[in-house]
């Protein structure tokens, strides 16, 4: 390789690694090409890049960006794979296709620069995801309003059911 080919790559990486909020370094020592299409293609559908690079040139692009703190981690074969916008489903992405791989695993992340090792990817995947989290928000917002309504027509309702009870008793006599 070239080094003028070498810098595109190192500019392109480090592109990406500005723009990720998460990157996942994952070992694929073992896996065939069909496997690693088939990762690619289960994190596309959720919006995450994976890119297999040479250590030297990962250590170059990261160093510098929020993901630095993994530039001297890189070593031995490694794919870093990148979210951009929702970094659970990434999590879930890679947690998901190494639970069902022998040979794939995931070493260590960076989530916005702090260092995530295997079980804090891990525990990032059990979370829920950002749709989920947003549900969950919008849901309790809306309990706040639809209660009170409730405690408010309660108010009236009681009066009628004493004006009723008064009513009957009276007719009662």
């Not at 595109?8 to 299409?37: H, Y």
């Not at 293609?41 to 510098?64: H, I, M, S, Y």
């Amino acid at each position: 390789m070239k080094r003028q080919e070498k810098a595109q790559i190192i500019e392109q990486l480090t592109k990406v690694a500005e723009r990720a909020s998460i990157a996942i370094v994952t070992d694929f020592k073992g896996i065939d090409a069909e496997e690693l299409t088939a990762l690619r293609t289960k994190l596309r559908e959720v919006g995450v890049d994976c890119q297999v690079v040479k250590n030297t040139l990962a250590r170059l692009a990261f160093e510098g960006t929020t993901h630095g703190i993994l530039a001297d981690k890189f070593k031995e074969s490694c794919a870093v794979v990148t979210g951009y916008t929702d970094p659970v489903a990434a999590a879930k992405a890679v947690a998901d296709f190494a639970k069902g791989s022998k040979k794939f695993s995931m070493r260590f992340a960076s989530l916005e620069g702090k260092y995530l090792d295997d079980k804090g990817i891990e525990a990032l995947s059990k979370l829920p995801s950002k749709d989920e989290l947003l549900g969950m928000a919008l849901g309790t917002l809306n309990a706040v309003p639809t209660n009170f309504v409730r405690v408010l027509a309660n108010v009236p309702r009681g009066l009628l059911n004493v004006l009723t009870a008064v009513k009957d008793q009276k007719e009662a006599a």
